[in-house]
């Protein structure tokens, strides 16, 4: 095993190849990284009634979420324990048991073993069922309508966990005085590469866009000003966050609304209730579109295109793409169609935008199968020593749009998780970098 102290260093701007590629260090990285991060697990709208049930994974981890019968929501590994079958093959749906399909062990809601077929005949009455319920995820959060899991009992509260992201995620999701909802229906995707290269680009890459989507820009949109979208010059000088391993980037829209792909309904809608989001986020804020954002590890979403989505990994090389779209609640129908046609034609497995970000993605997994391109260092240089967190009013916001402060806190977190340190240790380490980063600042 490599020495993972080696493989990251944030300070020069430097990643070893060998983190998307290596299996023994995929293997480590199921455990150490999401085995001891809050994983997204699901929204409040797929979960509508009593027995409502997703089926995800955490990681690798196929878990079952359900509402429970006092409205409550519950998570348990998606494994009988007889044999490991899935408990349930379903997607979705509601449930008041579920039957493991292969020899017909049932479970409650929350995971208990309630019956075993011949239980007399084939077990003498002797099998203790409480012992062999379904392996619970001991902590399950409810933010803002928000379900995340983690099986770790040291890993801090979800909001703690935030820390100052909490800002930034909450101008997506508490944007409306009714909330957001997921369209029915999920997309579904597999991509050949390594989970993070998605993650990190949505947590910290504004930087690709003006080139990557050039093309798909100018096929999309008749209108130059339109092309000018990823350009952040016409609308702000942009900015981005960077902390505990999340990012965001941010540019200024003059006008109000995060709506100018979603066509005329959604943009009216939104100007007729924009009252809300003044109220609930405060002009500034509501002035500002959160571009490309992830909670790390693997929880993303695009203010511009509104889609959420989980990077779910499957081997060093490979990752099922798990997306959503989302509305705010109260949009009439007509305005919402607008926001699933922007966002299926945009960043969708047919969609322009995403195609382009696959496909560079697979070429560079491709690139590495070659001994000395995996061996070969990548640049993460971008903006090193010249972050200043100055934007007023906006926590952590530093001053370029075009950085990799993101893509550097989102490889040092992960290597802190890798190194097995504690997250207190992790803390201590955070505060003690973010002092330094202020004493580099240029005065
Ligand atoms: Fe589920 Fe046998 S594996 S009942």
Known sequence: MVDIGTLVDSKQGLINPLIYTDPALYQLELDRVFGRSWL?????SQLPNRG???????????????????????????????????????????????????????????????????EERAYHNQIDKSQWGAT???????????????????????????????????????????????????????????????????????????????????ALFEDPAMRSLFDPSPHDQGRQFAGHGHGTGSMGIPEFGPDILAGPEYSAWQIANRDQVYNRLGTDRAHKIMIHNNIFPNFSWLGTASTMRVWHPRGPGQIEVWAWTYVPKDAPESARKGVREVTQRTFSPAGVFETDDGENWTEIQQVMRGWKARSTLFNAQMGLGFEQRDYPGMPGMSNDLYSEMGARGFYQRWQD???NLSWKEIAELDAQRRAAEQEVQPA
């Open 52 to 118: 409502s049930f997703v089926q995800t994974y955490m990681g690798e981890d196929p878990v079952l979420v359900v509402r429970q019968r006092d409205a409550s929501v519950k998570a348990f590994l998606n494994q009988c324990r007889h044999r490991g079958m899935r408990i349930c093959r379903a997607d979705a749906g509601t449930n008041k048991t579920f039957t493991c399909s292969y020899h017909g062990w049932a479970y409650d809601l929350e995971g208990n073993l309630i019956n075993v077929p011949l």
């Open 136 to 218: 619970k995820v001991p902590r399950v959060q409810s933010y803002k309508g928000f379900y995340f899991g983690t099986w770790s009992d040291e890993v801090p509260e979800f909001e703690e966990y935030l820390g100052e992201m909490k800002y930034y995620f909450d101008a997506a999701v508490d944007r409306w005085d009714n909330g957001l909802e997921f369209v029915k229906g999920a997309t579904k995707w597999v991509i050949d590469c390594n989970w993070k290269f998605a993650a990190e680009q949505f947590t910290s890459d504004m930087y690709h866009a003006p080139i990557s989507h050039a093309s798909a820009m100018v």
């Open 417 to 419: 998780l890798m190194k």
């Open 40 to 44: 997204f697990l699901a929204h409040e």
